[in-house]
């Protein structure tokens, strides 16, 4: 039922900034669990960032400080803003969600990430 549409991505350079978005098909509540995660091209897999059902945030230790995941419930979006980035972070993104009726996590159809100069 949750269908996720995301946009951004692309090349950028070391040390640049970019943003992705990510846009659900109806309304999100403070109770889905929302994010971020992202797969290499040797197939690593990482999550990223979740907003968890309360509110509470956790990201990556290799992102922290680095990374912001924010969330729009009137919107029905969450965010991913990336700044500082660097080679390793060159993925595929995908966001997710899951609302508390869901048994699987609902997937946007990945953006391609490329951090080189």
């Known amino acids: 039922q949750l269908r996720l549409v995301q946009t951004g991505g692309g090349l950028v350079q070391p040390g640049g900034s970019l943003r992705l978005s990510c846009v659900a098909s109806?309304?999100?509540?403070?109770?889905?669990?929302m994010g971020w995660y992202r797969q290499t091209a040797t197939k690593q897999r990482e999550r990223v960032a979740t907003?968890?059902?309360?509110?509470?945030?956790n990201y990556a230790d290799s992102v922290k400080g680095r990374f912001t995941i924010t969330r729009d419930n009137a919107k029905s979006t969450i965010t991913l803003e990336m700044n500082k980035v660097k080679s390793e972070d060159s993925a595929i993104y995908y966001c997710y969600g899951r609302s508390p009726s869901s048994t699987d996590y609902d997937w946007g159809q990945g953006t391609q990430v490329t951090v080189s100069s």
């Open positions: 109806g309304p999100i509540a403070s109770d889905y669990v």
């Open positions: 907003i968890l059902w309360g509110g509470a945030i």
